[in-house]
């Protein structure tokens, strides 16, 4: 049997077993995935990992509870006698009136699209292959002006071939083959002062072919760092604020822990009761697309099973829908929706970057977040921050050791601008985005 | 990137769990106990090391993991949730110069194990070498985690009355609270580490953590707080005062928002107070000092050995030796011995924290920092638990002297860029200081400095070190560590306070 079979039916099996133990409803997922990586540095290969893994995870109902298990440990006896050891504690539990499978008619109709989430040439790939990627990523990061700065060169190269199969004993299969590339650089600098500033620059995409240049991804590091030299800690001050694309997921993402139902049952999120309401400019137009072809958060079901759809999480500014999943649902009365974002896609704006700094004249442009969090009950956050100050709507000095705060309530609504630039290498695909008054300390 | 992390545990976040494992008794010899279950043997060792060196490498070694751990979860007044998770696999690594060859694999037969050393023996390319046939105790192990209730023999019976209980006394502490989640995680299991000089250790390592948080609710308005303690120990860790302290801290931390006002923005005196502040030693000077960013010459903190960067009374361990502590090991993954390493003696960069790469490199002793988060990762020079030794102030006398600033008491989260030393921890609860008293409570603000100038700055160190008993993960490049951190009340006299207050 090939091993893709094989783990199909471990995860068949697995459901059948938790039955036989005495689980009403079971779903179980396997995954048999392979990773290869390789590291590179200054003019050396520093790590190769490789393996191919693989696991089963289980979800049982018995008699009103709810248990969740995973295991690496696949001997058919070590299964048994987990599964077995699980039912036994999943009945000393509380019985909880809201656990139960997903409504089987929420498994269809499944979109019917390719996806193109697999490269069919994964396996032309070669280690050969993949040094020289890492060597030219860093002989492009040498290549930049002002390299004689550079201290070291770190790249990396890596690939993986995943293999996910779900089964639920309410009728539910699903299977899927994915394929993921991935590139990295980051360079180190010195700074005259001794500090050592450092960035990095990276691609990902389930294609091999459709990586950038090489000489994009290596040059792009370089330069990122060496710009960071002689970085300097501004004056506190209310200043606009535009984020870098790359960077601007991270307050999009904060804002999203807040729409989960989870959160919403469990009083933890400032967007309670806003359904409907207009929660920020009219230019946060955000859609939940799992259908796009070739996207890394792409998939035909959710990790419930429920068919994807796409939907609008804001329009207009106005809150849309929340991330609904069966459990918090039934708690909250509430039809499911998906568990968790999967592509995220902004209505964008007609300006690249440059064009958006030269309108805004006068503030900081943040390029990379450093720590920080951001607290979904109330909405307050306070991130570091590292960037540019812009003056007369051009790139300034470098700045860095700065901090910005405030509340996700007042900053949404003061979104005054986004790009035309979406962020390509991650689900969440953000464009620059720019806000006006926003509270900076530094001095 | 270059960057650290260390997050705290919360009772939302949700993890995976457990079986039965029956580890041998305590104080055996050398040789292959705990993992004579799973078939291994001496033999398969030496095979899969014979295969690792085959084409050369300096060394090698395999990282056997077993891990069995449990969570239950209490949420909306019931213990209705539990998660469940069996790790069992292994590395192997082969190291050629400063070169890393890795592979690992789920399944423990001799065939799948040659294939997985065979992986990772083509970093290097040369004729094979020999490895060992036989091997003997890598290190006498100290008994850092002695547990009188062994994990796998307390059944969830024995576990759900002390959820249960915590829930009541949230809801009775305080009738603001109206949510309370609990969450309860066990761990149990054992690694063995062999390598190519026939040393091989087994050590079993047990880990608990709880977490209660609550959100309370006055006047219209929301607050989300809370409480974890976290150790290697068994179930005799939760007795009635750890028990109390979780109770009273997580709704007094939580309670005590609704007076919290928003500190300013901008540079100031911020007095640190004894305990979980030791996340500024963890972000500000602890990555900076893993070997691995030194030998490549990327931390700022790169060739500054045995040159002054703190006041005379500033002392900095990171140490293994904690009986307990959630960042005890009685021995680092790599098989060496581990204790506790002077990162800063009286104001003087003393230590790299090494593994056995770097510590070739450099010439010098291992320091048993080589750590890793599972049979899937290789080491690499990691903290264990991090701490400032008492100094010659009072605590009352730090918080006397500062006439504006801030005192920080509670913190989430933390992050560094090594190179740059910039790093940020994020303060949950504290207080400003004003005119020498603590006032106003204050919450939710990220603290931005510069790890040597905020060494330099240090200037008041009190006598009063408490090392937190929370449950911190350390995260660097995709691999979590369990670690602990310490504090004396400190002052630093300038860093920037990420407020939003004039």
Known sequence: MD?????LETARAAVRLAERKGAREA?????????????????????????TTR?????????????????????????????????????????????????????????????DLEDRHYQENTPEARRAVAEGLESAARAAPGAEAILSVTTSVGDTFAETFRVHSNGFEGSRRVTDFWVSAQVSVQDPDGRRPEDWAAAAA???????????????????????????KGDSALLTMAVENRAAGRLLGSLLAALGASALQQKRSFLEGQLGRKVASRLLDLKDDPLLPRGLGSRLYDGEGLAARPFKVFEEGTLASYYVDTYYGKKLGMAPTTRGPSNLTLKLGAKDRAGLLADLGEGILVTGFLGGNSNSTTGDFSLGVQGFRVR?????????????????????????????????????????????????AGL | ????????????????????????PDGRPGGIHYFARFGVTEALIAEALAAALSRGGDSADVYFQHRVTNDLALEDGAVNRAYAAVELGVGVRVVKGDQTGYGYTEDLSPSALRACAQTAAAIADGPSRAAPERFHLAVRLPQRYPLTLRWDEIGSERKLPLLDGLNARAFAADPRVRKVNVHLRDEAGAVLIADSEGRLVEDEQPMTLLALSCVAEAGGRREQGGYNVAGRAGFEFYGPERLDRVVREAVARTTVLFEAVAPPAGEMPVVLAAGSSGILLHEAIGHGMEADFNRKGVSIYADKVGKPVARPFVNIVDDATNVGARGAINVDDEGNEAGCTHLVENGVLATYLHDAISARHYRVTPTGNGRRQGYAFPPMPRM???????????????IRSVK?????????????????????????????????????????????GNGPRVLEKVDMVSDDLEIDEGGWTCGKDGQNVPVSQGLPTVRVSSITVGGRGA
Not at chain 1, 42 to 50: A, K, M, Q, Y
Not at chain 1, 206 to 226: F, K, M, N, Q, T
Not at chain 2, 1 to 24: D, F, K, N, Y
């Open chain 1, 3 to 7: 091993p893709a079979e094989t783990m």
């Open chain 1, 27 to 51: 779903a179980a997922g396997a995954y048999r995935v392979r990773n290869v990586e390789v590291q590179w540095r200054d003019g050396r290969l520093e790590r190769v990992s490789e393996a």
């Open chain 1, 55 to 115: 696991g089963l995870g289980l979800e049982l109902y018995v008699d009103g509870r709810y248990a969740s298990v995973s295991t690496s440990d696949l001997r058919p006896e070590a299964v048994d006698r987990f599964v077995e050891g699980t039912v036994r504690l999943t009945r000393t539990l509380a019985v909880d009136p809201y656990r139960a499978l997903p409504d089987p008619a929420l498994y269809a109709p499944q979109a019917r699209v390719d996806l």
């Open chain 1, 206 to 232: 389930r294609h091999r072919s459709e990586l950038p240049a090489l000489s994009d991804v290596g040059g792009e590091a370089a330069r990122r760092a060496l710009s960071r030299v002689g970085s300097r």
């Open chain 1, 392 to 440: 007369e709507g051009r790139l300034g000095e470098p700045i860095g050791e700065m901090n910005v705060s405030g509340r996700h309530q007042e900053l949404w609504p003061r979104l005054s601008a986004v790009g035309n630039d979406p962020y390509r290498y991650s689900a969440l695909r953000a464009p620059t985005l720019v806000f006006e008054r926003v509270q900076f």
């Open chain 2, 1 to 24: 990137m270059s960057a650290g992390t260390l997050i705290a545990a919360s009772a939302g976040g949700v993890v995976e769990g457990s079986a039965t494992a029956r580890p041998a």
């Open chain 2, 384 to 398: 264990r638990s991090t701490y400032m030794l008492p100094g010659p102030h009072r605590r009352e006398e730090i």
């Open chain 2, 404 to 448: 504006k600033g801030i005192y920080c008491q509670n913190f989430t989260n933390g992050q560094v860029n090594i190179g740059a030393g910039d790093f940020t921890f994020y303060v949950k609860n504290g207080y400003l200081i004003e005119d020498g008293r603590l006032t106003r409570p204050i919450k939710d603000v990220n603290i931005i």
